[in-house]
């Protein structure tokens, strides 16, 4: 399952770039390695592939240089209140 984009956009807001497929070293399960972007520190993710594709959506390259020239603080700040409000639907589903 190789994702048709090589830019993703997280229900949250932050934007990765996917890197390869791998599987888990234990379960031979299916794994996304990938690294986030924007707007915090760039940093190498691996995630359960049926878990990415619940949780990111393909985004293209210029809609992510665009992004990226934006207010940093403003955007960690929207990801962050993001990420609570769908934790807190979480909790109290």
């Known amino acids: 399952m190789t994702p048709p984009s090589s830019y993703f956009q ?3 807001g932050g934007l990765y770039r996917f890197i390869t497929e791998a599987r888990h070293a234990d379960n031979a399960q299916p794994v996304i390695v ?3 972007l924007w ?3 760039p940093g190498i993710w691996v995630r359960n592939a049926v878990e990415f594709q619940q ?3 393909p985004i293209d390259a210029a809609i992510v240089q665009a992004q990226m020239q934006g207010n940093r603080q ?3 700040q ?3 209140a993001a990420k609570a409000a769908r934790r807190a639907r979480q909790t109290s589903t």
Request: hydrophobic share 35%; charged share 20%.
């Open 74 to 76: 403003a955007a960690q």
């Open 78 to 80: 929207t990801v962050t």
């Open 39 to 41: 707007p915090f520190e």
């Open 55 to 57: 949780r990111f959506t």
């Open 10 to 12: 997280h229900i949250d």
């Open 34 to 36: 990938y690294e986030h």
